[in-house]
């Protein structure tokens, strides 16, 4: 059973930092392209960022490039999200995803709230 646990949400200022994880087992985590998608309050799902199996290739949203970075550890089994610069406009809940475009498992997501 493909299990996902995200990390590393919580509230932040407007400028602040997060970094997400996100724990994967029951399946061969080095061998999955992965991904973030984010879903703001009264929104649909947002694709935010994929990233291959090897972690040599990744993807952004443009509404996060420069600020995001997606990174993947296949000996921890486990799928990282760094945010800098926040802006009230990241404000959503956050889940990993088991394919690099958003499609598949989905864990059970962490809250990031960037306000004032």
């Known amino acids: 059973e493909v299990q996902l646990v995200e990390s590393g949400g919580g509230m932040v200022q407007p400028g602040g930092s997060l970094r997400l994880s996100c724990a994967g087992s029951?399946?061969?985590?080095?061998?999955?392209?992965m991904s973030w998608v984010r879903q703001a309050p009264g929104k649909g799902p947002e694709w935010v960022s994929g990233i291959n199996a090897g972690g040599t290739s990744t993807d952004y949203i443009d509404a996060v490039k420069g600020r995001f970075t997606i990174s993947r550890d296949n000996g921890k089994n486990t799928l990282y999200l760094q945010m800098i610069s926040l802006k009230p406009d990241d404000t959503a809940l956050y889940y990993c995803?088991?394919?690099?475009?958003?499609?598949?498992?989905w864990g059970q997501g962490t809250q990031v709230t960037v306000s004032s």
């Open positions: 995803a088991t394919t690099r475009t958003g499609w598949g498992d």
């Open positions: 029951g399946f061969t985590f080095s061998s999955r392209d």
